[in-house]
């Protein structure tokens, strides 16, 4: 709200709930205010800059019909003049951004709300003394670092009982002390206010609107929930009610499932079938799951395996256990604990869980400009799951097919893509070094048969980004391709990767003196070799260098071989590399008859 007033000091500005764009026409959603957006645009036609702000843009991708919203973002590109802020929750940030601006050819840029740090926790603890208790709890402090959260902790009483361990009891006691009110007993209010503010919330949810119609609700209820900041109305309609924010409306279904779950927790299919399939309640079914996984790990794990494993439960519940799982702060626990269940039917639930990982557990790098267009495959992998899986994967690779060597390569490209200057070694990272290995041909046959497949060039690449992950090995294993590569023109050897500037940057800095052994056979020359396609001698072979060199070496660049990696990572060895280099090169020219 602040942000809007400064705003309109100087431009005109107008704000809408996203819902309110959920029609088939711009003219349909402008409707309820007797304008259109043409009148809007009359309206402004002074002014250099006006200002669209869009309220919780992520419940537009509730909606089947979202016309109005790709109109006005029509409209925008039009007209530089137009100002558009949207706001939406950081998890539907990627989803918004290819479903509207990108589809609209509308150029975007984001700007991450950040949280409270200790400086200003400090201050807010100066102003509210209260707040001292919770914020010295170290497991609690990070959740109170939202701004919302801090608010609602603010009005609780602090001066008796426990502080919360974690957030479900912070979220419980807030349901208390702000919610029911259980300090207003008269007339059993709190039941009577919390079952009210539950229905206001799950008609929404179901209805998909931004607000619903709760006139045969108890309007003295609702009158003290409006009082207390917990539900709003629409302007000039009472009996339209909506939670006052998004937050209340989620702790408000999440009550609501832990009250399905104690009444159907043996029988799920129950469960899930009251649940319904609603977008939102979804969403608050995934973020409950995770609260339970931190909280009551047991329960957690006891109730998402037999879900999982339950046929009868449909298809999209499971995957959503998962997901909600995935990406919960205690999936490496959950992952280690279930182990045995991962081993069942070939591996099928591991399986799974790997597909819906690389699908839903990668998002933008740290370095990406949100306002340029990214494909996907620059997306990265997050998360802490990622590390826990390829564990589990090389523990388990005895009972991995030959014909999984696809889907695997394909996973460790995945996690891969984690690999980067600020994490050089993401967790996992010596299980992903060994399972290359263990996948890639021991031997100069094996890579010659294998070439013309592609994984095997591509889990070379993977293994040359964390040479340190198995480093015996992988050294023994250049080695013994080095004396029979071949340095083919037509395929690439793990040697000759192992030197490229793009892919063997990672193997010149880390291990560099098996890259200048690489480099040294790369550049010896070979007397004896015939290559049917030269009809002359090369100039190469005048300093001693392999006539092959011609065919990648064109044009001379300072990205070709490993001389500007060495030179970067490790100048000692690599200049001393080059000197010798240059030195063996201007040599073998001052005396052609060491070369015959």
Partial sequence: QG????????????????????????????????????????????????????????????????????????QIVSDPTWRLIVTCRDYSLETVRLAFFERAGLASQTLAVPLLDDQELAECEKHIPALARPLANARLRPFLRNLFVLDKA????????????????????????LVRREDQAAGAMPTKREEAFIQVALRRARALEPYIDGGDIDPTVVQALRQDGLVASLPGDDAMLAPAHDVLEDWAIMQWL?????????????????????P????????????LLNSTPATADEFAITTIRDSAIPDHWRDDTLVAVLHSAGACGFLERNRAAWRENNLR??????????????????????????????????????????????????????????????????????????IPYPAGFSAAAKLCLHLLPQDEDGWRYARQDGWMERLAKVLLKVPRGAEAELIALVRRLLPTAGWDRWNVSLPELAIDFL?????????????????????????????????????????????????????????????????????????KFVLDFLNRAVSDYANPEKLR
């Avoid at 764009?21 to 809007?40: G, I, T």
């Avoid at 799920?268 to 609603?278: D, K, M």
């Avoid at 309640?281 to 609260?291: F, H, I, N, S």
């Fill in 3 to 74: 942000a809007f007033q400064l705003l309109r000091k100087d431009a005109p500005t107008w704000a809408f709930r996203a819902e309110e764009f959920a029609h088939a026409h711009l003219d349909a959603a402008f409707a309820p205010f007797a304008v259109n957006f043409e009148d809007l645009r009359k309206a402004s036609l002074g002014f250099p800059r006006k200002v669209l702000w869009i309220e919780s843009a992520e419940r537009l991708l509730e909606k089947s019909t979202r016309d109005a919203f790709m109109d006005l973002l029509g």
């Fill in 154 to 177: 603010a009005r609780l009483n602090w001066q008796q009982g426990a502080v919360p361990a974690d957030e479900r009891e912070f979220r419980a006691r807030v349901w208390n002390e």
């Fill in 258 to 278: 832990e009250r399905q779950y104690g009444r159907h927790r043996q029988n799920l299919p129950v469960f899930f079938s009251a649940v319904g399939t609603h």
């Fill in 280 to 291: 939102a309640l979804r969403r608050a079914y995934r973020r409950w799951l995770t609260e």
């Fill in 349 to 422: 639930l591991l399986r799974r869980i790997v597909h819906l990982l690389r699908v839903t557990g990668k998002s933008n790098p740290v370095w990406f400009n949100p306002g340029a267009h990214l494909p996907g495959t620059f997306l990265t992998a997050q998360g802490t799951a990622w590390g826990c899986l390829v564990d589990i994967v090389w523990q388990e690779i005895a009972h991995f097919q030959r014909d999984d060597r696809e889907f695997l390569t394909a996973f460790l490209e995945d996690w891969s893509s984690a690999v980067s200057a600020w």
């Fill in 503 to 575: 892919h063997g940057h990672v193997f010149c800095r880390d291990l560099p003196a098996m890259a200048i052994e690489c480099a040294e056979t790369w550049l010896k020359y070979e007397p004896d070799s015939h290559d049917p396609w030269r009809g002359r001698e090369q100039i190469e072979e005048a300093f001693g260098l392999p006539a092959r060199l011609n065919f990648g070496a064109y044009p001379a660049s300072a990205w070709r071989g490993p001389f500007l990696s060495l030179l970067r990572t490790n100048p000692e060895l690599g200049v």
